[in-house]
């Protein structure tokens, strides 16, 4: 498969994420906005598998084209032309008639959706779903390595061990080596004189440092695109990650992870791998002598 379009089909999986995870809030807003994407991350699956397959190229491809051009080019018809033209029609009833879609038909459409998304990408490119992954967009290897050993943890059954290793990752991501990346810097907590400690200041620099740590942490990751609520929840799923001079972990956990489901780990590896590849796309190779021109 060409590069360029195993990379659609990433961000056609993405959007598809990001439109689950707003059918999860309540309001007529949020509701509107998954069914748009839902249908868009289809409609982008679509025209990425047409390429693939090499079906003839049309500039006005319409949604419900896609089963008549496959059958065109002699491919097995593919499946669930009835959920989908549900999806169309509700999206066409949003997008020009103003319609606002009820939310349980919304619900409900959506795993069939992705239930399609899943049976064309297995039908005609030999893919799993799960297997779609932005994780070869981030150039650095320890970063990569903690997420595969993270996923392969958790497929064992070692949950906490897999959020360790995550945790480990977000920790590269945030202080790469070898990479600068344009952020905010906290201060480090300066030595509190004996006198002072005893007066109690030592808890208060050491309360006010984390929390501006904690601040400048949640401003990158605005920087970044991600809203502070979304990332802040996404640190405190996680145990914190303490690295020592030799490079080696050490952790610790506030919770136990062993009731963690997969639909909620998937969550927290997708946002990881997403907030890796933003942060890796901003950040530039450190310069070194053998770099400046003689």
């Not at 289809?42 to 190229?57: I, N, R, T």
């Not at 009835?82 to 997008?95: D, F, I, T, Y």
């Not at 392969?152 to 977000?170: I, P, S, T, V, Y």
Request: proline share 5%; hydrophobic share 45%.
């Amino acid at each position: 498969m060409h590069a360029d379009i195993y990379k659609r089909l990433v961000h056609a999986k993405l959007i598809l994420d990001r439109a689950g995870s707003m059918l999860s809030r309540s309001t007529d807003l949020d509701i509107s906005v998954a069914l748009l994407l839902t249908h868009d991350a289809v409609e982008l699956m679509m025209l990425a598998v047409l390429d693939h397959v090499g079906a003839p190229s049309n500039k006005k491809r319409e949604f419900l084209a896609f089963w008549q051009d496959m059958k065109q080019i002699g491919k097995q018809e593919p499946p669930d032309y009835v959920a989908m033209e549900s999806l169309n029609r509700l999206r066409v009833g949003l997008k020009h008639s103003g319609i606002i879609p009820n939310p349980k038909v919304v619900s409900e459409l959506f795993p069939r959706a992705k239930g399609f998304f899943e049976n064309v990408l297995r039908l005609y490119c030999s893919l799993e779903y799960a297997s779609l992954s932005l994780l070869e967009r981030i150039p650095d290897e320890d970063v990569k390595g903690f997420i595969v050993k993270g996923r392969a943890e958790f497929a064992n059954g070692a949950k906490n061990e897999a959020m360790c290793a995550f945790a480990a990752a977000l920790a590269k991501i945030e202080r790469p080596r070898g990479r600068y990346i344009p952020r905010l810097v906290a201060p480090e907590a300066p030595d509190v004189p004996r006198e002072l400690r005893e007066m109690g200041f030592a808890n208060y620099f050491k309360s006010l440092h984390a929390f501006l740590h904690s601040s400048a942490a949640v401003l990158n990751a605005q920087t970044f695109g991600f809203d502070s609520q979304q990332y802040r929840s996404f640190r405190r799923m996680l145990p914190t990650a303490m690295q020592s001079f030799s490079g080696e972990f050490q952790f610790q956990l506030w919770t136990t992870y062993e009731k963690l489901d997969e639909d909620a780990f998937e969550k927290i590896d997708d946002f990881l791998v997403d907030y890796a590849v933003k942060v890796f796309d901003a950040s530039q190779k450190e310069s070194t002598a053998s770099d400046i021109p003689a």
